[in-house]
């Protein structure tokens, strides 16, 4: 690293010193710093279930058979995105001095929720779908729903396709911050 010194950094959000606290969970894998490993998957994976997500929540039939899967999925980049996030934070409590770590983090932190309402409002379309397809809905309506007219299954959709969107863009947006900052 050269000229670079170990900076130390405290947290008003901890009870303790970042510098004391010290978490073995999200520091390194087998020797290697974890966050670089654990940013990957996501930084590929979520893309993908995003173009997926876009694609199976725009046909009903395709929503039949990937809902639960792709719920699934979401919820798995949830996990990773987890985990890079902590192990971000660990990074951070060992920063380099790098001035754009704190709006890498940020952006980091807005990527986790929005991924976290995108897979929250996907198991809201994927149970509407199971209500409507067993009628358990009929009682509350004058009569039957077909899942291609269900309004709600259509909003939820549309909201899950738009936050799959988004989360790519914050994704994108947050891995370029966090490159430049490392590499600059």
Not at 99 to 125: M, P, S
Not at 141 to 170: F, M, Y
Request: glycine fraction near 10%; hydrophobic fraction near 50%; avoid cysteine.
């Amino acid at each position: 690293m050269g000229d670079r010194q170990p900076v130390t950094v405290t947290s008003s959000r901890w009870p303790w010193p970042a510098s004391g606290y010290r978490s073995i969970m999200f520091d390194e894998f087998f020797g290697v710093p974890l966050h670089p490993l654990a940013v990957h998957a996501p930084v590929v994976l979520l893309p993908i279930a995003a173009v997926v997500s876009v694609v199976a929540l725009s046909r009903t039939a395709w929503r039949d058979r990937l809902g639960w899967w792709l719920a699934g999925g979401v919820g798995a980049l949830v996990v990773m995105l987890f985990v890079a996030k902590e192990s971000g934070e660990e990074v951070k409590n060992q920063a380099y001095g790098v001035a754009t770590i704190d709006r890498h983090e940020e952006l980091g932190n807005q990527t986790f929720v929005i991924t976290l309402v995108w897979f929250l409002v996907t198991v809201g379309v994927v149970a509407r779908d199971r209500m409507v397809r067993g009628n358990d809905v009929e009682a509350m309506t004058i009569g039957p729903i077909s899942l291609r007219r269900d309004a709600v299954s259509l909003t939820l959709s549309a909201i899950a396709a738009v936050g799959a969107v988004v989360a790519t863009i914050w994704l994108i947006r947050t891995g370029h911050l966090g490159a430049e900052g490392r590499w600059s």
